[in-house]
């Protein structure tokens, strides 16, 4: 991992708090871990508004590069990510929700069409949005995230998008 990137941890929970945020404090480790920069990390109730504005915020910082959401991504009434934030996407990953469905099969059998993760660009920034458990959070990053925001993995990676790079 050459190029060290700026990434910031949102969690989207009506129950959790800082201090029981597992999924969250398991991607804020996995980032720092892979040598990449934990610059900012908040916990919000989950509502499109609220979630909107945090993440709008962390899209207009230049200095942030990668969002990662996790939590709101299900079917409840209250799950909301997916509406909330793919708004804001100028560009949408497709296949990001596809693969991490694929992957979470093997995991957890036709569950996984539970989840709707979604991944998408805003403004140089690349926002993923995970499932809340952290079993799904850990496929996400080992198996997808980590390797696309590796400047050194190839054929193909999204950091050149993020930093600004080109070649």
């Given at each position: 991992?050459?190029?060290?990137?700026?990434?910031?941890?949102?969690?989207?929970?009506?129950?959790?708090?800082?201090?029981?945020?597992?999924?969250?404090?398991?991607?804020?480790?996995?980032?720092?871990?892979?040598?990449?920069n934990l610059v900012a990390r908040?916990?919000?109730?989950?509502?499109?508004?609220?979630?909107?504005?945090?993440?709008?915020?962390?899209?207009?910082?230049?200095?942030?590069?990668?969002?990662?959401?996790?939590?709101?991504?299900?079917?409840?009434?209250?799950?909301?990510?997916?509406?909330?934030?793919?708004?804001?996407?100028?560009?949408?990953?497709?296949?990001?929700?596809?693969?991490?469905?694929?992957?979470?099969?093997?995991?957890?059998?036709?569950?996984?069409?539970?989840?709707?993760?979604?991944?998408?660009?805003?403004?140089?920034?690349?926002?993923?949005?995970?499932?809340?458990?952290?079993?799904?959070?850990?496929?996400?990053?080992?198996?997808?995230?980590?390797?696309?925001?590796?400047?050194?993995?190839?054929?193909?990676?999204?950091?050149?998008?993020?930093?600004?790079?080109?070649?």
């Open positions: 991992m050459a190029t060290p990137l700026n990434i910031a941890i949102l969690t989207i929970s009506d129950t959790r708090t800082l201090n029981n945020d597992t999924s969250g404090d398991y991607l804020a480790e996995a980032v720092t871990e892979s040598g990449h908040e916990l919000v109730k989950d509502d499109v508004y609220v979630q909107r504005a945090v993440v709008s915020g962390w899209i207009a910082d230049p200095a942030i590069q990668a969002i990662l959401v996790t939590g709101g991504t299900g079917f409840t009434h209250r799950d909301s990510t997916p509406e909330a934030l793919s708004v804001l996407f100028d560009k949408q990953v497709d296949g990001f929700g596809e693969l991490f469905r694929a992957l979470s099969y093997e995991e957890i059998g036709t569950s996984t069409i539970q989840s709707r993760a979604i991944a998408g660009f805003a403004n140089r920034t690349v926002i993923f949005c995970l499932p809340g458990s952290t079993g799904a959070c850990r496929t996400a990053w080992t198996r997808i995230i980590q390797s696309q925001l590796d400047s050194e993995y190839t054929p193909c990676n999204f950091v050149k998008q993020l930093t600004g790079e080109h070649g």
